[in-house]
């Protein structure tokens, strides 16, 4: 689609373009806030990641491209890099999408994931509000930690009264479980980040949004182990999904499969963002679950849709024992612990942003999974095939 050039916001007013600088762009997330902004805005993206792999297909190609000249790429860490003042300062608004933010790394690498969750965004928020520059902050559905109703016992009706587990921006109480789980180093990070900003807007004035993904899940989604990614890494569920899937191997349930989540398309997602970006008088000074309440599961019954939808893409039959057990502690290692259950309560960005998701999970997981299996079924194949000849 070509890019527009007169936009109008939620209110009728004309939206000019402006100049996004977006930290992390490179991203799962972040790559499809790139093509969304490039094919369908006039606005101008400095994309800041450390990898430029996702977004390969917008930097290269002819000027006569739609968006040529609208992205630059910056390869830097902002951990240690003093050009990232300046990219904020040209921007009108910041994006923040940078973090580690895959829970195999929460109990194992602590330090590095508390570092990158909460030292590593201070710079972001210190710019931005020192030069009164809009952020877009990037937190997580995990600052809610277990549910209430998790803590009832097993045979309580109270836990089937949405009070005790539907997770609302303004009211509901963040649960993280002991330090000694460092799974929740993350979220303990994220939490405080937010907590930061947030007294950035009261005391300082900063223009801040706070996003909180539920479970955002789509094509280019982390990577598959072995193929564009380390053998011995551990993605998130889709992608360790995908793989078992693509090898033909059973899919490993964590602790049951018990789990309970809610998966949103990446491409229902990211109108949201969208909207967020181009409605600041709206979106500002508010924190927003984003997520899609009609698409929960267990994580068993992930994995069973999961099967049955890559059998339907792919037209393989699928293997006779689709999924295994495994504890926790085999598969993530010590500290490791889980939410329980994560409904977003929807209200408030409905009631700002008139937004809600469309794709259901059956529909969601056919797009995404026809990708996985176009993307990487060869290269599997081979791979599997090269390791079996030696
Ligand atoms: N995908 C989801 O469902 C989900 C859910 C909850 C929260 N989030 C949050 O959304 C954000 C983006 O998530 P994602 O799924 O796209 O993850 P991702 O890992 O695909 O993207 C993060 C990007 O940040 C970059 N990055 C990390 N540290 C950096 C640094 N020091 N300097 C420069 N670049 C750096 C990485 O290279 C990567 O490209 C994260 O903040 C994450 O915590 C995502
Ligand atoms: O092979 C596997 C992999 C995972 N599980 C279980 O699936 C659940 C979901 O796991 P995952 O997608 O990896 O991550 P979480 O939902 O737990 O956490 C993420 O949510 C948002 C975000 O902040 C960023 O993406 C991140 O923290 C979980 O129960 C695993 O144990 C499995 O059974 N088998």
Redesign the pocket.
């Known amino acids: 689609m070509a890019a527009s050039s007169a936009r109008v916001d939620l209110d009728g007013n004309t939206i000019n373009p402006f100049t996004i600088c977006m930290i992390g762009a490179g991203g799962f997330i972040g790559s499809h806030l790139c093509e969304k902004l490039l094919t369908e805005t006039p606005h101008t993206v400095l994309a800041v990641d450390v990898y430029n792999d996702k977004i390969k297909h917008l930097l290269e190609g002819p000027d006569s491209l739609p968006w040529a000249g609208r992205i630059q790429f910056h390869r830097l860490n902002i951990k240690n890099d003093s050009r990232l003042e300046g990219l904020i300062k040209c921007s009108d608004l910041t994006v923040n999408l940078a ?1 580690i ?4 790394d ?1 109990n194992t690498r602590p330090l590095d994931t508390i570092y990158s969750n909460f030292i590593d965004a201070l710079p972001v928020v210190k710019y931005c509000s020192e030069n009164n520059k809009r952020l877009i902050h990037f937190s ?3 600052v809610y930690g277990k549910t209430i109703g998790s803590y009832l016992p097993q045979d309580s009706p109270l836990r089937q009264d949405p009070a005790y587990y539907i997770l609302k921006e303004d009211t509901s109480p963040c649960i993280f479980g002991p330090i000694e789980k460092q799974r929740w180093s ?2 303990c990070a ?1 939490q405080l980040i937010e907590r930061l900003i947030y007294a950035e807007g009261a005391e300082n004035g900063l223009e801040f949004t706070i996003v909180r ?5 789509g094509p280019r989604m982390d990577f598959i182990p072995g193929i564009d990614g380390p053998s011995e890494g ?5 992608a ?2 995908s793989n ?1 899937l693509l090898r033909r191997e059973p ?5 049951g ?1 018990e ?1 309970q ?1 809610t998966f949103v398309y990446i491409k229902d997602a990211i109108e949201a963002v969208l909207l967020m970006i181009e409605n600041p008088a709206r979106a500002n000074g508010h924190i927003f679950n984003v997520g899609n309440p009609n698409n929960e599961v267990t ?2 019954q ?2 069973e849709m999961m099967t049955k939808v890559y059998s339907k893409v792919s037209g393989e039959d699928s293997i006779e024992t689709p999924t295994v057990d ?1 504890s ?1 502690k085999e ?2 290692g010590e500290g ?1 612990d ?2 329980d259950k ?1 409904i977003p309560d929807m209200t408030i960005i409905n009631k700002q942003l008139g937004w809600d998701p469309k794709t259901s999970l059956w529909d969601l997981l056919e797009s995404t999974l026809t990708y996985q299996h176009r993307t990487y079924a060869e290269a599997v194949k081979q791979s599997v095939a090269k390791a079996v000849a030696s």
Do not use: Q
Not at 213 to 217: D, E, L, M, T, V
Not at 234 to 238: A, C, E, F, K, N
Not at 251 to 255: P, T
């Open positions: 973090a933010c895959t829970p195999a929460y997580t559905c995990e993350y979220a994220k993904p539920f479970n955002w899940i551990v993605p998130r569920v889709l360790c999904f078992n899919l490993k349930l964590v602790d499969g789990s989540r994580v068993r992930l994995a495994v926790s598969f993530y490791y889980d939410s994560r």
